[in-house]
């Protein structure tokens, strides 16, 4: 009973939550730092997207322009940064680079297009590239190692994705309001790529909106209670080389 009294009032301190939101801001390529806001569309808001029928759901909303592509060896590290404003990072907040209350997977998906900096985020072919869900024998969450870095997080671009450029669409879905739907919020950003070396993939793509479903049981899921041992990762398969 002490237990479920416990719980329940920890579930009610994270939905009762509304800051500690975040935003994607930056590359690191193999290590290099790639620049504030360079070759991202960055939203204009920190707040995240609900509904993953809209196209909110593709890059974000407010997004901004840069006429930077970032260039991404196949088989290269790439290391975003988020933080909880879109000025870096903001040492003293502690909901910087993100609550810690805002568990949650982290996935990357690209879609192919002539000219990264210039393309629309509509009526494209994503493929994943990328996850990081929940590891039951640690207990970490994905966003946990993102904490840990300090709003770094580091994957490695396959090094089958064929060279060209491509949106990159880099998404953290925080899980600590999705009892029910809609309640999981989705932080995306996109960024503008242009992979080099690559190979020769050709993976099955999904659309967005529409590869995702609020019945997912990654995206309505409680993570309290009872404990999460086999968190499912939205969306298709990542891709393997
Ligand atoms: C992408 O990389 C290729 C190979 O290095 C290069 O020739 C091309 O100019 C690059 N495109 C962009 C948009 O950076
Ligand atoms: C975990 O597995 C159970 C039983 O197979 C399933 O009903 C549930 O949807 C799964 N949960 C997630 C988050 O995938
Ligand atoms: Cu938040």
């Not at 806001?37 to 920190?46: D, L, M, Q």
């Not at 974000?60 to 988020?82: C, F, K, R, Y």
């Not at 297009?113 to 493929?127: C, E, H, I, N």
Request: aromatic content about 8%; some cysteine.
């Amino acid at each position: 009973m002490i237990k479920a009294a416990v719980i329940v009032s920890l579930v009610a301190l994270f939905v009762g939550s509304t800051s500690g939101h975040t935003i994607f801001q930056e590359l690191y390529i193999n290590g290099a730092d790639q620049g504030h806001n360079n070759g991202i569309r960055v939203p204009n808001t920190n707040n995240p997207v609900m509904d993953v029928s809209l196209n909110d759901i593709i890059c974000n909303i407010g997004l901004s322009s840069s006429d930077a592509v970032i260039n991404v060896p196949a088989g290269g590290q790439v290391t975003t940064e988020w933080h909880h404003g879109g000025n870096g990072a903001s040492p003293g907040d502690v909901d910087d680079p993100i609550a810690s209350s805002h568990k949650g997977p982290i996935i990357t998906y690209l879609a192919k297009v002539s000219d990264a900096k210039s393309a629309s985020v509509t009526g494209l072919k994503w493929f994943k590239v990328q996850e990081d869900g929940y590891d039951a024998s640690t207990q970490k969450w994905a966003v946990d190692k993102l904490i840990a870095g300090g709003g770094k997080y580091t994957f490695t671009m396959p090094k089958c994705v064929p060279s060209g450029q491509y949106l990159m669409r880099h998404e953290i879905i925080a899980l600590h309001g999705a009892g029910t739907y809609p309640g999981a919020q989705f932080y995306v950003g996109c960024a503008q790529i242009n992979v080099t070396g690559g190979g020769s993939a050709s993976p099955a793509t999904v659309s967005f909106p529409g590869a995702y479903k609020g019945s997912d049981p990654g995206i309505t899921i409680s993570i309290y209670w009872p404990p999460v041992t086999n968190y499912t990762i939205p969306g298709p398969k990542v891709l393997t080389c």
